[in-house]
């Protein structure tokens, strides 16, 4: 199963069936004929209203009051997309002006198939593709390492019987960023993004296999040996948090440098071989 933090968990669903509702009436179907669900956007009512409240406060005369609703809607990510698109269109021009930095900076680290999904979901059987609406806010499944668990499905994203390709990963890679700056948020910390990067041999670079979060990661890529210069291709990286002591090195033909301590760091995954 993929959840909406990018992560993949294996899951054994419990369930029998599955209630689902499409435009032709109710459906039973069988978890064994199950081979992929789409989840569409699910906002639970409290998410709901916590996003609707911080959307208000954005034009709150309050500088603390507007940051924390600004953190709040963040935190949401695709699921304050839809009432930030709404705040943008406000007659407070302050509001409108907040909203639309705060969409900017969703559409630059979430990606756009996240951003537009659709309510309904998609199940996939072997002979047929079905859109609907699960029924049910959670499934129960179980985990080898903690047992029996209730499973929330406004935290998950897909759900497949045959794992996640890279070919799933190439459609959902964010556009090369330069440097990973724009992530030095806390929310960002452990979490992973892959992004579509051409092989570089200029830019900054500090550190080796843990760099600054301001490193050039075009050339942080070649660096890793995971890109050619010139080859374009997916780097999937992890955000952490400050760090000390980056190291510089020689390899892959470019040379990164020393760097005391930086508020931020990532590291590159390498390929799989």
């Known amino acids: 199963m993929k959840l909406v933090d990018d992560s993949v968990v294996k899951l054994t669903l419990l369930e029998g069936q599955v209630e689902y509702m499409t435009p032709h009436g109710k459906l039973m179907i069988p978890v064994a004929d199950i081979r992929k669900v789409e989840l569409g956007l699910r906002i639970p009512e409290d998410v709901a209203s916590s996003i609707q409240a911080a959307a208000a406060d954005l034009g709150s005369s309050q500088f603390r009051k507007r940051e924390e609703a600004a953190a709040l809607l963040l935190k949401h990510r695709e699921k304050s997309y839809p009432t930030l698109k709404l705040a943008a269109r406000s007659a407070d021009a302050e509001v409108s002006k907040r909203a639309e930095e705060l969409l900017e900076k969703l559409e630059a680290t979430v990606p756009r198939a996240r951003l537009e ?7 996939h059987t072997e002979q047929s593709k079905i859109a609907g609406k699960i029924m049910v806010p959670m499934l129960r499944v179980r985990s080898f390492t903690f047992g029996d668990l209730p499973l929330k499905l406004a935290d998950v994203v897909a759900m497949s019987t045959s794992g996640f390709n890279d070919k799933e990963e ?17 929310a960002h910390i452990g979490k992973t993004f892959t992004f579509k990067v051409t092989g570089a041999a200029a830019g900054s670079l500090w550190g080796t296999e843990m760099y600054t979060l301001d490193s050039t990661l075009a050339a942080a890529a070649v660096h ?29 033909g470019l040379s990164s440098q020393n760097y005391a301590n930086y508020p931020g760091a990532y590291g590159i995954h390498l390929r799989e071989r």
């Open 117 to 123: 999904l659709p309510e309904h979901d998609v199940i």
């Open 170 to 186: 190439l459609v959902q890679a964010l556009p090369d960023p330069g440097s990973l700056t724009a992530y030095q948020q806390p």
């Open 224 to 252: 890793m040996g995971v890109l050619k210069v010139g080859q374009i291709g997916n780097v999937k990286v992890t955000i952490l948090g400050p760090s000390i002591g980056f190291v510089g090195s020689m390899q892959n």
